[in-house]
């Protein structure tokens, strides 16, 4: 999941978990029960999305990592047998197309790796029996590189397709995201306005656990020195906005509102801890 879509997930999350505090008051209500249904469906159906898009995409490519160091491997010792016949026999122009330094080769593509393996399978199979001297205690290892070469190629293409699975499912995601927000603008918020009409403390506390934080993306700032008009005293706040925060049980001692904006309940407001 992208961060921007991880951000809405917690803000999703917040606001079931407040809603949930209000079974008792909301529960005499028949849509609100059908409302957190649906509601607990679609984040199960989220997080269906997002964990087929980590876990199938991850496991592909690790194995697919897995299969390249192994091929590379044995590259490494196929490759240098093939060069050392290569270079007793005088086949110049074998040796220049094939040559590569380790360090390239770490760096090379892996489709450009595999490319190079099978051209020196290729080799090593025509002079096969030319081989044998070099082989330790005469273990062929023609036979066990083509194997190692035919996974290495499989695992590229799975991880080709799980490419394509996980553009699949990032777009399920998004789609299920854009369901969720317009399931809260269109549904919930208007079924609970005539609740939070009624009480400012919970108005307040809905109205915050709405906000999407952007976790990760952007940090706090502590403001320097907090507005006089907006700090709350151990308990005893100012009238006015503070009077709500601490009402709702949303502002500790010593906590001020930072709010940009001339309305301290609007969905831009911040809590920021003094110093």
Do not use: C
Request: no cysteine; net charge positive.
């Amino acid at each position: 999941m992208k961060k921007r879509q991880i951000n809405k997930l917690r803000m999703f999350r917040t606001v079931r978990d407040y809603v949930a505090t209000l079974d008792e008051v909301l529960q005499s209500a028949p849509m609100y029960t059908q409302l957190m249904a649906r509601f607990d469906g679609l984040l199960a159906a989220l997080d269906v999305a997002a964990d087929y898009q980590a876990h199938a995409a991850r496991g592909k490519v690790a194995a697919h990592r897995a299969a390249q160091e192994r091929m590379r491997a044995m590259l490494a010792v196929v490759g240098g047998i093939v060069h050392a016949h290569a270079r007793v026999e005088g086949d110049m122009e074998f040796l220049l197309k094939t040559s590569v330094t380790p360090s390239a080769l770490r760096k090379m593509r892996a489709e450009d790796a595999l490319r190079l393996a099978e051209h020196i399978y290729s080799k090593a199979v025509t002079v096969k029996e030319e081989l044998a001297p070099y082989w330790l205690d005469g273990a062929d290892k023609i036979g066990e590189f083509r194997d190692v070469l035919d996974a290495a190629q499989e695992a590229l293409r799975a991880r080709y397709q799980g490419g394509v699975q996980q553009v699949s499912s990032s777009r399920a995601i998004a789609s299920v995201v854009t369901e969720i927000e317009t399931f809260l603008t269109d549904e919930l918020d208007t079924f609970l306005e005539q609740y939070l009409q009624r009480d400012a403390a919970a108005r307040i506390r809905y109205r915050i656990a709405r906000q999407t934080h952007s976790y990760g993306i952007r940090r706090w700032r502590r403001p320097a020195v907090a507005p006089a008009a907006l700090q709350l005293h151990g308990g005893a706040p100012e009238q006015g906005a503070n009077s709500g925060l601490v009402a709702a049980g949303m502002a500790p001692a010593g906590a001020t509102l930072d709010n940009r904006s001339s309305d301290a309940v609007a969905a831009s407001a911040r809590l920021t801890i003094v110093a």
